[in-house]
């Protein structure tokens, strides 16, 4: 099996998604979709249904938009979301709700998802899949979540919380992939690449 | 308790270190140290032990350099390496050995141990922890082990390869700190610098 032969285009607008894949040497291109998530939402309330269907709705927007160019381009799209106790959580839309969103994480664990869908421009076929990780946070005073979110920190990620910045001081422990609590599970999207796509990305 | 007042100093020369720093939003100064390290590994056959008397020895030593200026100031030091079925492994020192240490390390799990030491100039305590993380790694050919090696990552890094680059592609799962992984459990500083010290890194 030979390197990448193929573009990969990362379906995604998020900063972290485009950090991992340069830091692991992949090259790609960004398109940005721009479906309705608040639709699927409303349809599916199990957290990991609700982030393969959304990937999915990415994967197949950027493929509709790409037909009839680049031909030989594999899509992969994602989306991430945290679960507390059964409790979907998504981004915080301003500092209070980000603080009240860590209030409830703080002192437990709670479910680091993301849904990943990967398919190519020349053929219908796509592969859905989805990645969890268990994050527990440390005890922290209110005072502490507010010079927290004072970080900016909070803005564009699911659970208000960046793993690899500040939060990192609070993090005590996590069980499963680190790269897919940043947003993408790397050893997931290496696997798929290599089984069904002959893509080998190391 | 407020904010940092006191000077931090780093006593690591890791690229790796001084990123989790910054990246934490915590300013420091670095001081590199120049120990005796073959001397304290021939001592000490526990792993836990090693990493933390190694640490100590770099504190300590950045402590004497340091008397008489930055009577304020706070040194951390820290000491990473790899446990396989008992077996420590440390940085290889070209490529032939990062081959042989990652062959060895593929298609299973491995300790990740760092020390950590942390004393201030102007008395006499000193701190001294550790922590460890479960780190399991897919299954590699050696060819892909040999194209992860023309990375260059292996160089520096204790058991040869870097969790946050592209080494990300083929670890599968990790229990415990991400952030120990990278060379500093970040949750243990905040709680020693907190409960010890009076500085608050959030």
Redesign the interface.
């Known amino acids: 099996m030979e390197?990448i032969l193929k573009k990969i285009i990362l379906a995604s607008k998020s900063i972290d998604r485009s950090e991992?894949f340069k830091?692991?040497?992949i090259p790609f291109e960004i398109f940005i979709t721009n479906i309705n998530e608040e639709k699927i939402k409303t349809k599916f309330s199990n957290a990991v249904e609700l982030v393969q269907e959304i990937a999915k709705a990415k994967a197949l927007s950027a493929k509709n938009n790409l037909l009839n160019k680049d031909y030989n381009a594999i899509i992969i799209a994602a989306d991430t979301i945290v679960e507390l106790n059964g409790e979907i959580i998504g981004k915080a839309q301003h500092e209070y709700e980000a603080f009240e969103m860590l209030r409830k994480m703080v002192a437990r664990s709670h479910k680091l998802i993301t849904g990943i869908a990967i398919t190519e421009i020349k053929s219908p076929k796509i592969f859905i899949d989805s990645d969890t990780t268990i994050v527990e946070f440390?005890e922290?005073s209110d005072e502490?979540i507010w010079?927290?979110i004072k970080?900016n920190e909070w803005k564009g990620r699911a659970g208000a919380y960046s793993?690899?910045?500040?939060a990192?001081?609070?993090?005590?422990?996590?069980?499963?992939?680190?790269?897919n609590?940043i947003g993408l599970p790397?050893?997931k999207?290496?696997?798929i690449l290599k089984t069904e796509f002959g893509i080998?990305?190391?």
């Not at 990192?168 to 790269?179: D, M, P, Q, V």
């Open positions: 390197i991992i830091r692991a040497g440390l922290l502490e010079r927290y970080s793993i690899r910045d500040k990192t001081l609070f993090i005590s422990k996590i069980i499963g992939s680190s790269s609590v790397m050893h999207l290496y696997e080998n990305l190391i």
